[in-house]
């Protein structure tokens, strides 16, 4: 099946287009480690080639993914993001409007290379953590109970080492993302449905965003945790974990707004939680200084962004 190469996990015209430069509509800068930013089209950037590409039965590259589930999701958040980003009082979502925000968050969320690294190292890392748990004697009751005979150690060892490694290559197998796209971005919109909502302004400097958006400050669990996240050059949404809440006809989003101190403070959470790319509107040196001295992951070392606005 024919279609896009270079397929965007950030949206050209429903994410990108909001943090683009002001005197050049189209143009973003695009931060990496080690490099003076360069100032391109927000067609070069948030993409990588067939990220959404499958082979199907026939063995030919699939991009249904892309061109079928992503392309409606982020049409249907366009009119939301401009309301958001336009928006210079409280902004009012009925029910429909607010599930679908909460819908594009949860798979903007799990649709990065960003997650999808994250996932493999976590997975690696407990597969490793499993394989070093297990007795050889274990081993060995294992593989007779299979076979009917103990081979000796040396082969039993060699043969569990062979069997993790396996496992460890499918974890880190693209399709296993892919296939699991789904269930993750599941467990992310019943969290994100329980949080309380809110629009940060900033006036007088400019949000950040990178190639890991959607920032969350952990807590306990998922549920207990704040997330955040930037939707333009000066708007950014907050939601504050508060259990048991359930959604009623529509959400008020109420607007704060926030010094240059505080969108610095909460750049710095962006600009930690990013994997190798940072976007934004303006040329800063303090932004690339930080990114340089960064090394991913470093998704705990800011303060949470309920820290930031002295919200309790």
Not at 11 to 28: D, N, S, V, W
Not at 50 to 75: P, R
Not at 148 to 158: H, K, M, S, W, Y
Request: aromatic share 10%.
């Amino acid at each position: 099946m024919s279609g896009p190469k270079g397929q965007h996990f950030l949206p050209r015209r429903a994410y990108l287009h909001f943090f683009c430069r002001p005197t050049e509509r189209g143009k973003i800068y695009l931060y990496q480690r080690g490099q003076k930013p360069l100032l391109t089209s927000i067609a070069n950037v948030g993409k990588e080639g067939h990220l959404y590409s499958f082979k199907d039965t026939s063995g030919q590259l699939n991009t249904q993914i892309e061109t079928e589930v992503f392309a409606a999701i982020d049409g249907y958040i366009l009119p939301i993001m401009e309301k958001l980003n336009s928006a210079e009082l409280a902004v009012r979502l009925d029910r429909t409007e607010a599930e679908t925000l909460i819908v594009f968050l949860a798979f903007q969320l799990v649709r990065t290379p960003a997650f999808r690294d994250d996932l493999y190292r976590f997975d690696a890392d407990m597969a490793a953590k499993v394989r070093t748990c297990v007795k050889l004697e274990e081993m060995k009751e294992v593989i007779k109970r299979e076979i009917g005979v103990t081979p000796p150690d040396d082969e039993v060892l060699a043969f569990w080492e062979s069997a993790s490694q396996r496992i460890v290559e499918q974890l880190s197998a693209k399709d296993y993302w892919l296939r699991n796209i789904r269930r993750y971005a599941r467990r992310f919109v019943d969290a994100i449905g329980l949080k309380i909502p809110a629009l940060l302004r900033s006036e007088c400097e400019h949000f950040v965003t990178s190639d890991y958006p959607v920032v969350i400050n952990h807590g306990l669990g998922l549920g207990d945790s704040d997330l955040y996240f930037p939707v333009g050059s000066h708007t950014a949404l907050y939601f504050r974990a508060r259990p048991e809440r359930e959604m009623g006809p529509g959400i008020d989003i109420p607007l704060i707004r926030v010094g240059g101190e505080e969108t610095r403070m909460m750049n710095k959470r962006a600009i930690l939680s990013a994997e190798r790319y940072i976007y934004a509107a303006v040329e800063r040196d303090g932004v690339r200084r930080l990114f340089d001295k960064s090394k991913p992951p470093q998704r705990m070392k800011a303060p949470p962004v309920s820290e930031i606005l002295a919200i309790n």
